[in-house]
């Protein structure tokens, strides 16, 4: 069975990119891998956890109705959420990645080391980017 990794923040964008994983996911019959990427630290306290894990579960039970056969890896280990995402792909042999990006300034599309930039650059598998809607 194949399998589709998808990066997932809740945002407009990461709503965007599960949406189409999840498409994806059913047309071709594979497993759905969400991962919900935290460095931890003191960004990231009990109340950030628990709104989190609200959340996933709200993806859960989406992903659930649909049909779509899926798991979801929350990681909160310091890492960057690309780092995070390439590895998984990677561990998994994960036939893509999607991603959900936004509209940003021209000055922010000049930055380097943006989380998309890095998975589209360093990922082992293709990459679906998705835009999100306004």
Known sequence: ??????????????????????????????RLVVVNS???????????????????????????????????RQLVRGMDPAD??????EDLNADFIVIGLRRRSPVGKLILGSNAQRVLLDSPCPVLAVKAEK
């Open 38 to 72: 935290h460095r931890g630290g003191r960004d990231f306290d009990r109340d950030d956890a628990l709104e989190t894990e609200q959340q996933l579960q709200e993806v859960r039970d989406k992903l659930q109705d649909a049909g779509v056969d899926h798991e979801i």
């Open 1 to 30: 069975m194949s399998t589709i990794v998808v990066g997932y923040v809740p945002k407009q964008e990461g709503r965007a990119a599960l949406d189409r994983a999840a498409e994806e996911a059913v047309l071709r019959n594979a």
């Open 84 to 89: 995070d995402l390439i590895k998984v792909a």
